[in-house]
Each structure stands twice: as structure tokens, then as C-alpha cells.
């Protein structure tokens, strides 16, 4: 069965230092999310991408944070200045299509971002 | 503001009882609920969806309940095995106007115990 994957799994950073988390989705889905879970807390939508832009954001998704299709198969979550308060598992997800439900997202195994 | 919460941050069951999550949400413009499974490790993987013109939607194994008058949604699991073991969330969507998001609840860990 087609899986979104993610990678890498667990990613250590310095305060200050930029990322990239990076997300294969499934290969025939269109709509592609990024949500966050910190530690113990419910997981939080980032940002939804479509067509090749952004289709919406939410309060979380600030100037530092920036997603990107470079071609036909990956998804990226670029953070450029990380914080501390960045620290969370970071979930890819990806949907097939807009009509119909179930209104399924699949989600991928997150990468854990830790920074120090 | 918007909120979706859960009403216990862990259950325990004996494996072969039945097991009710519950889960309360605020917002009266959601039609739409999905419960989410996450295991260790993984991510979350849909279960079960349910619209707001239902009330009760039935799964292999698992049934969601819908009671919109207090805003309450419940995944009741039968023969809880312990592959059931994860934790479990809700999520709200608004289908019109409410865009492409999943809103999530905090979720529950549920423990089955042999």
C-alpha cells in the first residue's frame, strides 16, 4: 500500500540554524499538508499546498517557515531562523483529490525536530 | 475560540472489553468528525469519518457516535484487542468554507490491558 514517507526521522538543530524536513507524499495525490505535534500537546495544522502554491496557513506558519514542490515527487518544510518553541514532530500528509468523501488525509511517520 | 478536546488523557481496558473515547467540540459550524489513530512511531491514520447528518456511523469493529445538540462525539471499540493500543484523536472539518485543514483534539492514549 502507497505510504507517504519523511526524512529524516529525527533531525538535531541549533537555535538559529535553518532546516529542511522533507516529505515524498503519495505519488497520486494533489493536495499536500504539513502539521505539527509538540510533545503531549494535539497535533496543529501548518499549511496546505495546491497546484503549486499555498492554498492556506494558518497563525503558526510565520515569515521563518516556507514549503516548496521542487519536482514531481517531494514536499519540503523549509524553517529558516529555528527557535527553541520549533522543538515538535513535524507530519506530512497528502490527499488524493477534492471531491467525495471520506475527507482522508494520509499522514506520514513525522520527522522529530529538536532544537538546542 | 474554535476548540476540539478529549475528555481523558488515558484509558485503560482489559483486552475483550469494549472501550469509549470521547471527544467535545466547540465549534457548532463543523460538519464533519474523523477519529485518527496514531501508533507509536507513526502517524496518524484515519479510522472512521462521520458527517453532521448522521448520528451513528458503524466500521469494522468500531462505531461513532454523534450527538450535536452538546457537541459531543464518541469511537466506541469492540473486543478491544491490543493492537488497539495507540492513541486517538478527533478532528473537525468544516466541508464548506472551512478550507483544507484538520482541526485535532488533544487525544487520548488508549492502554489494553491482557
Known amino acids: 500500500e502507497p505510504e507517504v514517507t519523511q526524512t529524516p526521522s529525527h533531525q538535531v538543530t541549533q537555535m538559529g540554524q535553518e532546516v529542511i524536513l522533507r516529505c515524498v507524499p503519495i505519488s497520486n495525490h494533489l493536495y499536500f499538508y504539513w502539521y505539527r505535534q509538540i510533545l503531549g500537546q494535539k497535533v496543529e495544522f501548518l499549511v496546505s499546498f495546491y497546484n503549486n502554491e499555498i492554498s492556506e496557513k494558518s497563525e503558526i506558519f510565520d515569515d521563518q517557515f516556507s514549503v516548496e514542490r521542487p519536482d514531481g515527487s517531494n514536499f519540503t518544510l523549509k524553517i529558516r531562523s529555528t527557535k527553541l518553541e520549533d522543538s515538535a514532530m513535524y507530519f506530512c500528509?497528502?490527499?488524493?483529490?477534492?471531491?467525495?468523501?471520506?475527507?482522508?488525509?494520509?499522514f506520514g511517520p513525522g520527522t522529530r525536530l529538536t532544537v538546542t | 475560540g474554535e476548540s476540539v478536546g478529549l475528555h481523558l488523557p488515558t484509558l485503560s481496558v482489559q483486552e475483550g472489553d469494549n472501550s469509549i473515547i470521547n471527544c467535545a467540540y466547540s465549534?457548532?459550524?463543523?460538519?464533519?468528525f474523523i477519529w485518527y489513530k496514531q501508533e507509536s512511531g507513526k502517524g496518524p491514520q484515519f479510522i472512521i469519518d462521520?458527517?453532521?447528518?448522521?448520528d451513528k456511523r458503524q466500521g469494522q469493529r468500531v462505531t461513532v457516535l454523534l450527538n450535536k445538540t452538546v457537541k459531543h462525539l464518541s469511537l466506541q471499540i469492540a473486543a478491544t484487542q491490543p493492537g488497539d493500543s495507540a492513541v486517538y484523536f478527533c478532528a473537525e472539518k468544516r466541508l464548506t468554507g472551512g478550507g483544507n485543514k484538520l482541526t485535532f483534539g488533544t487525544g487520548t492514549q488508549l492502554k489494553v490491558e491482557l
Open positions: 465549534n457548532s459550524a463543523s460538519d464533519y
Open positions: 462521520i458527517r453532521s447528518n448522521m
Open positions: 500528509a497528502s490527499r488524493r483529490d477534492s471531491g467525495g468523501l471520506p475527507y482522508e488525509q494520509y
